[in-house]
């Protein structure tokens, strides 16, 4: 059997550290609510303005992973987002071979400002990390991402990181 | 579910090793194809049993986000208004189904002042019903200070 050869080519290794294209998107009340609702949680922060109004926040924020749905509303002239939705926002340059299974490894969020209904965030992703293990089953290609996330003012709203898993089964013999 | 809004905890009420409130959610299929449509991930493996299998999974699998989201609320219900989560994250080690509950819980790890923040590390994750650690993760939240707010008063 030929010695397995890695699957991360140069030009894959190339696009670790380089920035994609900033993407914006405004930030909808109702697109808040709906995923608050999705994800069952009834905090009104998220979706009652009378309630936010007298709270520190002075008005309805978004939940802390609302940015996980601002990567997906977007999918902008030659996105391929809606047809690979893993991971958050990559560049499709650097993405794995074709082949495999995605798989989602986990995200980290850092926040610095609160999100709310109007905002404009731009966010900017870059592969952080590439890296190859083969197993007894196949390899697997696992990427991290590192998206920064700032508002019309220009100020940094949050990082996240995402980790994302392409699996590729070998053949059972 | 907590009321709203929920009692304010205070960096002083906080011991290392403490666990704090547990949150158990329920995701049902139904669950699952809101949070597709919420958040826009589509992928099939959430929502077509047939297309799962197909992946080899036993079934469909609760989105590993969605379970980011319910972390985060442990947190934010946690916190109060007068807290903040400063971070926080989470690996997707283990697949959770729908109709499983699924418990999101956390234990403090570390109490400390820092910039003037009062500020607490925990060890967060989320659990089956089997008692697996599906989702480990950790967390940094600012809380607000008794002793800083008095001070602040007399100031």
């Given at each position: 059997m030929a010695q397995t050869e890695s699957m991360i080519s140069e030009e894959m290794r190339a696009e670790i550290g380089v920035?994609?294209?900033p993407r914006s998107f405004v930030i909808e009340a109702g697109h808040i609510r709906h995923f608050a609702t999705a994800i069952e949680d009834a905090?009104?922060?998220?979706?009652?303005?009378?309630?936010?109004?007298?709270?520190?926040y002075g008005g309805v924020i978004a939940p802390p992973t609302f940015f996980r749905a601002t990567g997906y509303a977007l999918p902008g002239p030659g996105s391929r987002r809606a047809a690979a939705p893993q991971g958050p926002p990559a560049r499709q340059a650097g993405g794995p071979p074709a082949g495999g299974t995605g798989l989602d490894g986990g995200s980290e969020w850092e926040f610095f400002k609160p999100v709310r209904p109007g905002d404009v965030i731009t966010a900017v992703s870059k592969l952080v990390d590439l890296q190859e293990r083969q197993g007894r089953a196949g390899a697997m290609i696992i990427r991290r991402t590192e998206t920064v996330y700032t508002n019309q003012l220009g100020e940094l709203v949050a990082k996240g990181w995402g980790t994302s898993l392409t699996q590729y089964r070998r053949e059972q013999a | 579910m907590p009321d709203y809004p929920p009692k304010q905890v205070y960096w002083e009420d906080v011991s290392e090793g403490m666990e704090i409130p547990k949150l158990v959610k329920h995701p049902t299929p139904q669950s699952l194809v809101r949070y597709a449509g919420a958040s826009g991930d589509f992928n099939v493996i959430h929502y077509n049993e047939t297309l799962a299998k197909a992946q080899r999974l036993p079934g469909i699998i609760v989105h590993g986000a969605l379970k980011n989201a319910y972390l985060g609320q442990l947190l934010t219900d946690w916190v109060g208004l007068h807290g903040?989560?400063?971070?926080?994250?989470?690996?997707?080690?283990?697949?959770?189904?729908?109709?499983?509950?699924l418990a999101c819980r956390g234990l403090v790890t570390r109490k400390y002042e820092e910039g003037g923040e009062f500020l607490v590390d925990l060890e967060i994750w989320t659990?089956?019903?089997?008692?697996?650690?599906?989702?480990?993760?950790?967390?940094?939240?600012?809380?607000?200070?008794?002793?800083?707010l008095a001070a602040q008063l007399q100031g």
């Open positions: 920035e994609g294209a905090n009104p922060i998220y979706a009652d303005e009378a309630y936010a109004r007298n709270t520190p | 903040r989560v400063r971070k926080y994250g989470a690996q997707y080690r283990g697949m959770d189904f729908p109709d499983d509950d659990e089956n019903p089997s008692g697996e650690k599906t989702s480990p993760g950790f967390a940094t939240v600012a809380l607000p200070s008794r002793k800083a």
